[in-house]
């Protein structure tokens, strides 16, 4: 996962305090235009873990 681009995809619905659109929780989408791209790729891909065990919807944005 190489893109730090943002991964919302306009599917915001919570559970536990984790989007399942994109995995975030409320705290890493407040923090995420703040953070450097170390940071963004490990919450990436510490949010497609939490999709991976959520069952959520885990799609991405079509270019």
Known sequence: MSSTKDPCISLCKFSDDICLGCGRSK??????????KDDKRTVLAEAALRLIKLGGAGRRKKK
């Not at 705290?27 to 450097?36: F, Q, V």
């Open 27 to 36: 705290r890493e989408i407040k923090a995420w235009k703040k953070l450097d």
